[in-house]
T-cell receptor, first 113, second 112 residues
Framework: EAQVTQNPRYLITVTGKKLTVTCSQNMNHEYMSWYRQDPGLGLRQIYYSMNVEVTDKGDVPEGYKVSRKEKRNFPLILESPSPNQTSLYFC????????????FGQGTRLTVV | QKEVEQNSGPLSVPEGAIASLNCTYSDRGSQSFFWYRQYSGKSPELIMSIYSNGDKEDGRFTAQLNKASQYVSLLIRDSQPSDSATYLCAVRRSNTGNQFYFGTGTSLTVIP
């Protein structure tokens, strides 16, 4: 089954404690990206990757890091989480080319206290 | 000014009616336009994409694009209660690489 898998689904952490949210796709997609979704602000793109070792900033990259060492994985790293990073996070992937955000993961609800 | 604007709703239509959802975008260089459906607590699902002016139909869904007016719409014909969801408009600005911008979404309720 074609899917984008995020882990964990839910996470509560404390300010400053480094964390990683994993994202993996099994469709051999070139393009992957990360979003956060907040009430009243909608989905905002954090980072995206056109292919292995190619990443670029989206609309709200501050406080986040990503890496793309393999095509299937695109982890989101919060080096020093803060309460304003409390949000619902989605990973997405697509074949590339027209770069349609075709497949979204199930989401990760992160709370930073 | 927001990149993509949508009326938040809620929009209510009776079952069988046409639901009309609207979206405007700020950057004239935008090239690609998308509509997503998001059920409460779920991830967005791609419904339609449109790239050129005019209408594009897929089943009960019709996307309309007017680049001169910077306007995108989605029509849902014969609305069903299962169409009740939040609809997100998204835009890709080719002059900034592959950044996507989403609207905040319009909540649609189809009343049986």
């Amino acid at each position: 089954e074609a899917q984008v898998t995020q882990n964990p689904r839910y996470l509560i952490t404390v300010t400053g404690k480094k964390l990683t949210v994993t994202c993996s796709q099994n469709m051999n997609h070139e393009y992957m990206s990360w979003y956060r979704q907040d009430p009243g602000l909608g989905l905002r793109q954090i980072y995206y990757s056109m292919n292995v070792e190619v990443t670029d900033k989206g609309d709200v990259p501050e406080g986040y890091k990503v890496s793309r060492k393999e095509k299937r994985n695109f982890p989101l790293i919060l080096e020093s989480p803060s309460p304003n990073q409390t949000s619902l996070y989605f990973c997405a992937s697509s074949l590339g080319g027209t770069a349609i955000e075709a497949f979204f993961g199930q989401g990760t609800r992160l709370t930073v206290v | 000014q927001k990149e993509v604007e949508q009326n938040s709703g809620p929009l209510s239509v009776p079952e069988g009616a046409i639901a009309s959802l609207n979206c405007t975008y700020s950057d004239r260089g935008s090239q690609s336009f998308f509509w997503y459906r998001q059920y409460s607590g779920k991830s967005p699902e791609l419904i339609m994409s449109i790239y050129s002016n005019g209408d594009k139909e897929d089943g009960r869904f019709t996307a309309q694009l007017n680049k001169a007016s910077q306007y995108v719409s989605l029509l849902i014909r014969d609305s069903q209660p299962s169409d009740s969801a939040t609809y997100l408009c998204a835009v890709r600005r080719s002059n900034t690489g592959n950044q996507f911008y989403f609207g905040t979404g319009t909540s649609l309720t189809v009343i049986p």
